[in-house]
């Protein structure tokens, strides 16, 4: 936990050095499988003063930009990739880690997909759930509305506990 937070906060400082507009940089930590909008939502709210409706709304984008090219590319990079020991090792890590998620969704399908994606826990975000889907085979619209629902519940979720956080302190 504590590696993904400084990982986290290198991040936000990587993109912040470059002088980002902060409506871009809420977009690109939703973006990262690190951050996503677990994160962003309060950066956006919190460090960067942005207002509500606008942190929510980019860090939903970034969060659902990256669907679409995973559930299509992970196949083909990997395969790809896995020439190299490196590689290999780190898409075999990241497959077995999917896979013990992927029991859920097999039962419950796009129902469970979208279920996983929203419940905002380290793990369990869009990008998981995109390398799930495409892991199942499942298909790509219903896939990609499970999962595009289940970062918008994530959002409200994260929201919210971000401004009862602001509130108490």
């Known amino acids: 936990m504590a590696v993904r937070r400084i990982m986290q906060e290198r991040l936000f400082d ?3 050095s470059f002088g980002l507009s902060p ?4 977009l690109l930590l939703g973006a990262m499988p690190v951050t996503e ?3 962003s939502i309060p950066i956006g709210i919190l ?3 942005q207002s509500v409706k606008a942190t929510f709304f980019f860090s939903v984008l970034g969060n659902i930009l990256p669907i679409a090219p995973i559930y299509f590319l992970l196949d083909p990079v ?3 990739l896995s020439n190299t020991r490196c590689m290999r090792r780190f898409f075999e890590w990241l497959f077995k880690r999917a896979k013990t998620h992927a029991k859920i969704i097999e039962r419950y399908e796009t129902l469970g997909l979208m279920l996983f994606v929203a419940v905002p826990l380290p793990g369990t975000g869009a990008w998981t759930g995109a390398i799930i ?3 199942l085979r499942m298909h790509f619209i219903p896939a990609f509305l499970s999962v595009s629902m289940g970062v918008i ?3 409200v979720i994260v929201t919210i506990l971000t401004l009862i956080g602001k509130r108490a302190f």
């Open 47 to 49: 460090i960067l003063k």
């Open 37 to 39: 909008l677990r994160a």
């Open 23 to 26: 409506k871009i940089l809420i």
């Open 14 to 16: 990587f993109f912040a």
């Open 153 to 155: 519940i994530a959002a």
């Open 78 to 80: 990997s395969k790809k």
């Open 133 to 135: 889907a495409s892991l």
